[in-house]
């Protein structure tokens, strides 16, 4: 039997275990994963150490370096966020409906964990305890497996947060851990589906593709985020300013950062050089189509790919529009369905975009940086769905449980 069944069976075996496990359990062992973290911080701080040197050496660049960097600061943090999932309502057991049929049957819909939840993620050390933790108070067992870059990392904080179970209700199984980082162990994970009840890859575009391309599992997309803000001819000049600033510099090597800017060309002439030296303060390169550039020459040219690239860098392309319908086009046709903004005082053209606009979160005069778990108030997340069956936004706690029916007769028969 190979490594991944034997992880499989493992996990199979403490997703039963956690059918039982009551709220209580669950949250012990959170309480005691979060303490070991912290406990454990400068052993996590130098295998990641290991990482970033690896990283350093292949050459990675600096945005990417950052997603992969812990640091104490980190680590408390990432600690803080398992804390804050046990004191999350528990989703598992939640009566969703109960009816009583006219012959007398006994209806609830009841939610349950999805089972075994498979996560194939890159570079970030922290999705490591976000979805283990999610996955326990969800009740569900989690498979792990991180890219090569951070495998160090990875393998500690899933070692420190197996060993924290072994002294609570639930067993370490309960968590496994893949430490083959082949894009063979990735396409066997992808189809194991004797052990996996759902696969949720977290990465960039590349991972997306290829996990759609090749699971036989049940896949729930997330994270490729080709972002928008529209800045319309109603807007708040100083407001779509500091939205724009905060949503592509505060973190420019995540999914909800913003990529691509649109301003409707009424206040081009104004808005732009205005964004620029904003841009400017943290060297942010603009790509610019043709009316772009005759307003702002020193920017660089863009391509067609320009407005289709997730960059996550200090990179940003633009183009000037002559309507709100344009900019919804374009949005339509090169947005990924993450997050899209738009940047107006006017209530009419807001309502349109917010209504017209197809994705997981649209935005009226805010940063798209708040699509995230915690600021929607989910708690930690392990991801951003853009698809829509079963799941779309942050992939918190609720949306990690499907249901089922629990029917109670007293001797009834079809006929």
């Known amino acids: 039997m190979n490594t991944l069944e034997t992880l499989g069976q493992a996990a199979k075996q403490g997703a039963r275990a956690l059918l039982t496990a009551t709220t209580e359990q669950k949250n012990e062992a959170l309480l005691a994963i979060a303490k070991a973290l912290s406990e454990n911080c400068d052993y996590i701080l130098e295998e990641n150490e290991k990482d970033l040197e690896a990283a350093r050496q292949n050459g990675m660049a600096t945005s990417m370096l950052d997603r992969l960097a812990l640091s104490k600061e980190r680590i408390e943090g ?91 209700a639930l067993p370490s199984a309960c968590i496994g851990f893949v430490e083959d980082t082949s894009r063979e162990s990735a396409n066997a994970l992808m189809r194991l589906n004797e052990y996996v009840d759902v696969l949720i890859p977290r990465g960039g575009r590349n991972l997306i593709r290829a996990t759609v391309e090749n699971a036989t599992v049940p896949v729930i997309e997330t994270g490729v985020g080709n972002c928008h803000i529209y800045v319309d001819k109603d807007a708040n000049l100083e407001m779509a300013r500091d939205i724009v600033f905060n949503a592509k510099t505060s973190r420019v090597s995540v999914c909800n950062a913003a990529e691509s800017l649109l301003v409707h060309k009424d206040i081009a002439e104004k808005a732009l050089p205005m964004l620029y030296e904003a841009l400017k303060e943290k060297d942010v390169i603009l790509y610019g189509d043709a009316r772009a550039k005759a307003i702002l020459p020193q920017i660089e040219a863009a391509t067609k790919a320009d407005f289709a690239t997730e960059y996550l860098d200090y990179k940003m392309s633009v ?75 942050p992939l918190g706690l609720p949306q990690l449980t499907s249901f089922k029916y629990q029917i109670s007769g007293n001797g009834q028969r079809r006929v």
């Open 78 to 168: 990432m600690a803080q966020g398992v804390k804050e999932v046990s004191e999350l309502p528990d989703p598992v057991g939640k009566v969703l409906s109960d009816t009583v049929r006219p012959n007398g049957l006994h209806i609830q819909k009841v939610s349950v964990p999805l089972g075994v939840i498979a996560v194939i993620f890159e570079a970030r050390p922290n999705v490591t305890s976000d979805a283990a933790s999610l996955c326990l108070k969800s009740g569900n067992a989690v498979i792990l497996r991180g890219g090569k870059e951070a495998i160090h990392s990875n393998k500690a904080i899933a070692s420190v947060m197996q060993k924290a179970l072994e002294g609570t």
């Open 319 to 393: 183009a000037i529009v002559d309507s709100l319908d344009e900019a919804i086009s374009h949005i339509y046709k090169y947005s990924t369905g993450h997050s899209d903004c738009i940047v107006t005082d006017n209530d009419a053209a807001a309502k349109r975009f917010l209504q017209e606009v197809d994705s997981a979160a649209v935005y009226h005069n805010a940063s798209t940086r708040f699509t995230d778990g915690g600021c929607f108030g989910f708690g930690a997340e392990i991801g951003i769905s853009t698809q829509k069956l079963h799941a779309r936004g």
